[in-house]
């Protein structure tokens, strides 16, 4: 065990002068990681508008979907990259970085989504007036998947549904970013192990 954490440690190379793995900077990137959902949010309503506009329910379904594929990819590409460097810094200076420090950094980079649905549920009992326009910028790569239980911005046209299913969404949110930041921090192979499991 302890000649295979020396190959493994001469093998590693760490290219960062930080002495200990960055917890504030990726804090903050987990936190950047929604203007980034965000974009890819606009450019595929921009893109899958005319087909919301010709498919009806379909389109928005579609739409939603396609929005919701991309933001877990981008959050999973997230947590296997900082769970990288925190096994880097594991092997090579001797950090003690826990594996389930993922969980945080899924929660931060779905702390708006989050925000956005206290907004919703707060709406919706008439604690405040409409959210559903905030509620749909702050999650526009879900536009066409909310349109499906609110398509205006009236909030007593809203179905009840959307308070049950959002939070699985983000559910998936912070798994993806915490399943793959435990994936990099033991340095699995993904594909290695794909390809090894069909051969």
Same mark, same amino acid.
């Given at each position: ?40 949010? !606009?450019?595929?309503? %921009?893109? *899958? #508008?005319?087909?919301?506009? &010709?498919? =009806?329910? /379909? ?5 939603? @979907? ?48 989050? !925000?956005?649905?206290? %907004?919703? *549920? #707060?709406?919706?009992?008439? &604690?405040? =007036?409409? /959210? ?5 910028? @702050? ?61």
């Amino acid at each position: 065990m302890a000649d295979e954490q020396t190959k493994e440690k001469a093998s590693l190379k760490d290219y960062s002068g930080d002495e200990k793995y960055n917890r504030k900077s990726a804090l903050l990137t987990a936190l950047l990681k929604w203007l980034e959902c965000e974009f890819f949010g !606009l450019f595929i309503f %921009l893109w *899958l #508008l005319a087909m919301t506009l &010709v498919l =009806g329910d /379909a389109g928005d379904f579609l739409f939603g @979907l396609v929005g919701l594929i991309c933001n877990i990819c981008v959050l999973a590409d997230f947590g296997l990259k900082e769970g990288s460097r925190a096994h880097v810094k594991i092997v090579v200076r001797g950090d003690d970085v826990s594996k389930n420090y993922g969980l945080l950094l899924g929660l931060i980079s779905s702390a708006p989504s989050i !925000l956005s649905y206290i %907004l919703l *549920l #707060l709406s919706y009992f008439g &604690v405040i =007036g409409s /959210a559903v326009l905030p509620f749909k910028i @702050l999650n526009c790569g879900l536009w066409g998947l909310i349109n499906l239980f609110v398509s205006d911005m009236k909030i007593s046209n809203m179905s009840p549904y959307l308070l049950a299913v959002f939070p699985i969404i983000i559910l998936l949110y912070i798994l993806s970013v915490f399943i793959a930041f435990r994936l990099g921090h033991k340095n699995e192979d993904i594909v290695t192990k794909i390809v090894y499991k069909k051969q």
